[in-house]
């Protein structure tokens, strides 16, 4: 008897699209296999980050499905109105000990890659020709997402060391913490801050998405994938009450002596707590402490605000001017703008800094909502199709192309992915060139086959992979 209490969402058989259960009677006579592959059809951005795949499959496709699981299934979809390939599942589960028989090539994670190239291709065991598509529904998910959000993250990246390399004498230090994630609680779900969390990371290292850096550890082996530092919220300030804004700053810096501290400042008046809070009653505390006070604004116009406390905390601070002709406050008071921001904000307020003689280096930024939460699959038009049958033991290309929409072309034939001109290409795997160091490098390597992971990737080989 299936206990109905211990479900966890992770029976393969369940995470499908209703309609695909009717799939496998579909296929031409003689069919034996069909293969898949998943693209970025354009979008948004030119380049994506590949990544996410091995997250999913150490989560999904290295746990066997039982007899238990195929007869829930069963009573499910009877219920539930559609057909239900109990044979076919029960082969899985004698044949191949419940793992499930597709093999699933793709290219490393962490690769930047152009749109409209193969990211991964996939195809079952003989007999299964139905699999291959039944998988669809969640490894779809399981890529689009997260590769979105490395994508996201890597081109704000992009933006920011621009603007550090023209106003900053230290790029490379400043660049990893340039842009934090403060997006778990607008994530639809805990595992949606894990997979967006840690495509976040993939770029930069500041979170406050704990379930970023513990999948990071769990799915990737990176013990400590990102950082974060004391920081308060409104409560914790309107707790003192309107009269009580100088003590409640002064009772952070005693009980944080040391080290990077941030404060949301703007509870009543931001320009009043910035002139003559932390620039005036508590000045010299502030210049006398051994580490830095992040100063945070929380409303008001993202683009120009931080801009405004960093001009008006230069007044009360002081400032210096860099080599390359930037004002610089002291170390001991920088701003962050987390409110706000997304990556049209970031890049108009990296040019309003240039525009009034600001390094970036006074400022970091933060994303919520907008990293993890305001993208969806069409923002680089992920999309899954077959691209080649297998009849009778011979392939046989397959693709769509309708009049209606030229953007919806598929790919035909089994796919390889090479680098030619040092520029990413898709190819029909028929096509790769024999030379005289041997046949040219596909991209596309088998990491997963039959419940068995053949790769298994460091979170740090990924970051290098997509390093700006």
Same mark, same amino acid.
């Given at each position: 008897?299936?206990?109905?209490?211990?479900?966890?969402?992770?029976?393969?058989?369940?995470?499908?699209?209703?309609?695909?259960?009717?799939?496998?009677?579909?296929?031409?006579?003689?069919?034996?296999?069909?293969?898949?592959?998943?693209?970025?059809?354009?979008?948004?951005?030119?380049?994506?980050?590949?990544?996410?795949?091995?997250?999913?499959?150490?989560?999904?496709?290295?746990?066997?499905?039982?007899?238990?699981?195929?007869?829930?299934?069963?009573?499910?979809?009877?219920?539930?109105?559609?057909?239900?390939?109990?044979?076919?599942?029960?082969?899985?589960?004698?044949?191949?000990?419940?793992?499930?028989?597709?093999?699933?090539?793709?290219?490393?994670?962490?690769?930047?890659?152009?749109?409209?190239?193969?990211?991964?291709?996939?195809?079952?065991?003989?007999?299964?020709?139905?699999?291959?598509?039944?998988?669809?529904?969640?490894?779809?998910?399981?890529?689009?997402?997260?590769?979105?959000?490395?994508?996201?993250?890597?081109?704000?990246?992009?933006?920011?060391?621009?603007?550090?390399?023209?106003?900053?004498?230290?790029?490379?230090?400043?660049?990893?913490?340039?842009?934090?994630?403060?997006?778990?609680?607008?994530?639809?779900?805990?595992?949606?801050?894990?997979?967006?969390?840690?495509?976040?990371?993939?770029?930069?290292?500041?979170?406050?998405?704990?379930?970023?850096?513990?999948?990071?550890?769990?799915?990737?082996?990176?013990?400590?994938?990102?950082?974060?530092?004391?920081?308060?919220?409104?409560?914790?300030?309107?707790?003192?009450?309107?009269?009580?804004?100088?003590?409640?700053?002064?009772?952070?810096?005693?009980?944080?002596?040391?080290?990077?501290?941030?404060?949301?400042?703007?509870?009543?008046?931001?320009?009043?707590?910035?002139?003559?809070?932390?620039?005036?009653?508590?000045?010299?505390?502030?210049?006398?402490?051994?580490?830095?006070?992040?100063?945070?604004?929380?409303?008001?116009?993202?683009?120009?605000?931080?801009?405004?406390?960093?001009?008006?905390?230069?007044?009360?601070?002081?400032?210096?001017?860099?080599?390359?002709?930037?004002?610089? *406050?002291?170390?001991?008071? !920088?701003? +962050?703008?987390? $409110?706000?921001?997304?990556?049209?904000?970031? %890049?108009? &307020? #990296? *040019?309003?800094?240039?525009? !009034?003689? +600001?390094?970036? $280096?006074?400022?970091?930024?933060?994303?919520? %909502?907008? &990293? #993890?939460?305001?993208?969806?699959?069409?923002?680089?038009?992920?999309?899954?199709?077959?691209?080649?049958?297998?009849?009778?033991?011979?392939?046989?290309?397959?693709?769509?192309?309708?009049?209606?929409?030229?953007?919806?072309?598929?790919?035909?034939?089994?796919?390889?992915?090479?680098?030619?001109?040092?520029?990413?290409?898709?190819?029909?795997?028929?096509?790769?060139?024999?030379?005289?160091?041997?046949?040219?490098?596909?991209?596309?390597?088998?990491?997963?086959?039959?419940?068995?992971?053949?790769?298994?990737?460091?979170?740090?080989?990924?970051?290098?992979?997509?390093?700006?």
């Amino acid at each position: 008897m299936y206990d109905e209490s211990n479900i966890t969402g992770l029976n393969p058989i369940l995470t499908v699209d209703s309609y695909k259960t009717s799939h496998f009677n579909q296929y031409p006579e003689g069919t034996t296999r069909v293969s898949s592959y998943i693209e970025a059809r354009g979008g948004r951005f030119d380049q994506t980050v590949f990544f996410g795949l091995q997250a999913f499959i150490k989560a999904y496709l290295l746990n066997p499905i039982t007899q238990a699981d195929i007869d829930f299934a069963e009573d499910i979809y009877t219920a539930h109105g559609v057909p239900f390939y109990k044979e076919g599942w029960t082969n899985i589960l004698r044949g191949f000990g419940g793992f499930l028989p597709i093999t699933i090539e793709a290219v490393p994670e962490g690769t930047v890659m152009g749109v409209r190239n193969v990211q991964l291709q996939i195809t079952a065991e003989p007999g299964f020709a139905w699999l291959t598509s039944y998988v669809e529904t969640a490894l779809l998910r399981a890529i689009w997402y997260p590769s979105t959000v490395a994508t996201l993250s890597r081109e704000a990246k992009i933006l920011i060391k621009d603007a550090l390399t023209r106003t900053s004498e230290d790029v490379d230090g400043q660049l990893p913490f340039k842009l934090h994630d403060f997006g778990a609680r607008g994530a639809t779900s805990s595992e949606a801050a894990i997979l967006g969390g840690m495509g976040h990371l993939v770029n930069f290292m500041g979170t406050d998405t704990v379930e970023a850096v513990v999948g990071a550890r769990r799915f990737y082996g990176e013990r400590m994938a990102g950082f974060s530092i004391p920081a308060t919220e409104h409560s914790t300030m309107t707790s003192w009450t309107r009269a009580g804004e100088t003590d409640a700053y002064r009772n952070l810096l005693e009980q944080y002596p040391t080290g990077l501290l941030a404060c949301v400042s703007d509870s009543y008046d931001i320009m009043n707590a910035v002139g003559n809070i932390w620039g005036g009653e508590l000045k010299d505390a502030v210049m006398a402490r051994e580490g830095t006070l992040v100063i945070r604004p929380d409303s008001g116009d993202p683009t120009v605000m931080p801009l405004d406390v960093i001009e008006l905390a230069m007044e009360k601070f002081g400032f210096t001017t860099n080599a390359k002709g930037f004002r610089v *406050l002291p170390d001991q008071v !920088r701003v +962050i703008q987390g $409110d706000g921001m997304n990556i049209d904000t970031i %890049g108009t &307020l #990296l *040019l309003n800094a240039e525009a !009034r003689g +600001i390094s970036v $280096d006074n400022f970091a930024m933060g994303m919520g %909502g907008g &990293l #993890l939460q305001k993208v969806d699959r069409d923002t680089m038009k992920y999309a899954m199709k077959a691209n080649a049958i297998e009849v009778n033991g011979e392939w046989i290309d397959v693709y769509k192309d309708p009049i209606t929409d030229a953007g919806k072309k598929s790919k035909r034939g089994r796919l390889a992915l090479v680098q030619r001109d040092g520029v990413f290409k898709t190819i029909r795997r028929d096509e790769l060139v024999r030379g005289g160091h041997g046949m040219e490098r596909n991209y596309l390597q088998t990491v997963f086959r039959n419940g068995k992971l053949l790769v298994d990737d460091t979170f740090a080989a990924i970051r290098e992979r997509a390093a700006v």
